[in-house]
């Protein structure tokens, strides 16, 4: 069964950085397309950044581009997102989605459907 498992959640204030990592397993090869989503108190679940196998660059959504990184480490089966300059508005409870097969289609990297696993979230709260 496949596994996904996040972990670097945390407190910090404005203007200050925080790593996220990703770790899926469980299955017989690597994700073909993974990714960050969060999700704010009220708010409906974001994109914010993926990675998809045989794509040169990662997708970003436009309000964390600049401060968003994501990386993968040589297993493949990861996703870190380094988080610099954090801004109030990033407070939110992060997901990491995973995806295998056909339903990766980049066009919606920022669709929850795209994705067949969930992790079940690390909080990321910023203060003043």
């Known amino acids: 069964q496949v596994q996904v498992v996040e972990s670097g959640g945390g407190s910090a204030q404005a203007g200050g950085s925080l790593r996220l990592s990703c770790a899926a397993s469980?299955?017989?090869?690597?994700?073909?397309?993974m990714a960050w989503f969060r999700q704010a108190p009220e708010k409906e679940r974001e994109g914010v950044a993926a990675?998809?196998?045989?794509?040169?660059?990662?997708y970003y959504a436009d309000s964390v581009k600049g401060r968003f990184t994501v990386s993968q480490d040589s297993a493949k089966n990861t996703l870190n997102l380094q988080i610099d300059n954090l801004k109030l508005e990033d407070t939110a409870m992060y997901y990491c989605?995973?995806?295998?097969?056909?339903?990766?289609?980049?066009?919606?990297?920022?669709?929850?459907?795209?994705?067949?696993?969930w992790g079940q979230g690390t909080q990321v709260t910023v203060s003043s």
């Open positions: 990675l998809y196998i045989g794509q040169p660059n990662p």
């Open positions: 469980g299955y017989s090869h690597p994700p073909n397309c």
């Open positions: 989605a995973v995806g295998y097969g056909i339903a990766c289609r980049e066009d919606d990297w920022d669709r929850r459907w795209t994705y067949n696993y």
